[in-house]
């Protein structure tokens, strides 16, 4: 049985949550998120929280308890917080700027790199070399600020690159050159 899946969900004062035909919806100030919730799993809502319950003891059951606990945590600091994930771009030249909805970026290619807004996301470039990404979705922010990374992933030798603010990056010894055998 999950231990994650026995917690409560606080539920913050302006936060909704309803749960019919086997779709979650939280309203909160930022937004609105839905979620289709699959197998023997039920949401109940009792005051100013909400618990994930078991309908049937399946092993699906028991596999999707957790989870879907954990998604509907995720929604509800969402909606009440947002997410945030911030970029640092590592280069010798190398720039960003937001112009409209699209973040352009000069990373060390012959031309700039646009990037255009997902719908339910934000960028910010408050540094000419830092990239904010914002939403109320926990895995979009994830996976928009993963694709922006992806574009120039660091190198372990100078450390150039697109790299999380927390990340930290291996770095490798250079070649000693001129250093042979007598």
């Not at 408050?126 to 990239?131: L, Q």
């Not at 190198?155 to 697109?162: F, L, N, V, W």
């Not at 990056?169 to 490798?172: G, H, L, P, T």
């Given at each position: 049985m999950s231990r994650i899946g026995k917690l409560p969900v606080a539920l913050p004062a302006g936060v909704t949550?309803?749960?019919?035909?086997?779709?979650?919806t939280v309203k909160g100030g930022k937004g609105t998120l839905t979620q289709k919730i699959s197998g023997d799993i039920d949401i109940k809502v009792n005051g100013a929280e909400a618990e994930v319950v078991k309908t049937a003891d399946t092993q699906e059951a028991n596999a999707k308890h957790g989870l879907y606990r954990a998604l509907l945590h995720n929604m509800v600091v969402g909606v009440t917080e947002g997410y945030k994930k911030t970029l640092k771009v590592n280069g010798v030249g190398w720039k960003v700027a937001k112009q409209g909805n699209k973040l352009v970026m000069n990373v060390g290619f012959s031309h700039p790199v646009e990037f255009t807004e997902p719908a339910g996301i934000k960028f910010e470039c408050?540094?000419?070399?830092?990239?904010v990404v914002s939403g109320i979705d926990k895995s979009i922010v994830g996976q928009t600020a993963a694709n922006i990374r992806e574009i120039r992933v660091p190198?372990?030798?100078?450390?150039?690159?697109?790299?999380?603010s927390d990340e930290v990056?291996?770095?490798?010894e250079g070649k000693t050159g001129g250093k042979g055998k007598k």
């Open positions: 949550v309803s749960f019919e035909n086997g779709v979650v408050p540094t000419p070399n830092e990239i190198e372990p030798y100078h450390g150039y690159g697109i790299a999380y990056i291996e770095r490798k």
